[in-house]
């Protein structure tokens, strides 16, 4: 066999396994998810039960029980975390690129200016919540 047909195989094959495993991943989340809120609601019902049978009554289903545990909080650091990694790759690559004198090292902006993006749109979205908290309109101040 060929060494260079062996390269153009692997070549082929990285964004097919990335594609796969990407989806995997996703697919993976979305489903430990549902499995983790099934048996929560599986544990609660059988508690039910056996609460019904011993004749004492329980309060209504809790409306958190299913709802999406993760809150605006956890989004906001979730996107500053994301958009320092974005930044700081974009300003690693493009300083990388930079070195080498290729003349493609602005491409390494795009990630740096998502990251940018993520940060700037966290630190709006937590002046919001405060200002909500408060009790004040930002829509309104000048």
Known sequence: MDPHTSVEIVGELIPIIAIVLGIGIGMLAIYLDFRKKRELFQLYHAERMAAIEKGIELPPLPPDLLRDTRTPEARGA?????GFVLLFVGV???LALWGTKDPDAWWALVP???????????????????????????????
């Open 92 to 94: 690693a690559v493009g």
């Open 112 to 142: 740096a200016g998502w990251g940018l993006a993520l940060l700037l749109s966290s630190f709006l979205e937590s002046r919001e919540r405060a200002a909500q908290s408060r009790g004040d309109n930002p829509e309104t101040r000048v």
């Open 78 to 82: 979730r996107h500053r975390r994301f």
